[in-house]
């Protein structure tokens, strides 16, 4: 249980890493375009209410293909553990949001710029290690 737990964990700071892999955007919401087709049947553990899967912009796509590109190939299309890593990856993004609008209140510019600063945080050697402990704390929460 702890094993899995603990993937999970590490899928989800994949997640991160992967934001900004295709294009550059500027802001959280550059460069709507549809979900990919695997992960429309998740949109809604993926997206919640936040948008449609016709429009999501590419910061979320990305972070959505790095959380669920993995769990796409191990797991059993609509089985619980897609379902659940789907939940996993919808919370963490939110989460993550949640915590640099906390962090820069009245900067989307600087929002983004804290977002963009825990994705090369986690592409550095031992980024996984130095990640901020408030992050890891969205990420082990996004776990129940």
Do not use: W
Request: proline share 3%; net charge negative.
């Amino acid at each position: 249980m702890m094993k899995k737990q603990l993937s999970i964990i590490i899928i989800a700071l994949l997640a991160l890493a992967a934001c900004g892999s295709s294009g550059k955007p500027i802001s959280f919401d550059d460069q709507t375009a549809p979900l990919k087709e695997d992960y429309k049947p998740y949109a809604g553990q993926l997206l919640g209410d936040a948008y449609s899967a016709l429009d999501v912009p590419l910061v979320h796509r990305n972070f959505i293909e790095g959380c669920m590109s993995t769990g796409v190939i191990e797991f059993e299309e609509g089985s619980e553990q897609l379902l659940k890593l789907a939940s996993t990856c919808g919370c963490n993004y939110q989460g993550l949001l949640n915590l640099v609008k906390e962090l820069h209140p009245d900067s989307r510019e600087s929002q983004f710029k804290q977002f963009e600063d825990y994705d090369k945080q986690l592409k550095n050697e031992g980024g996984l290690a130095n990640l901020d402990n408030r992050v890891k704390d969205i990420f082990s929460s996004c776990q129940g």
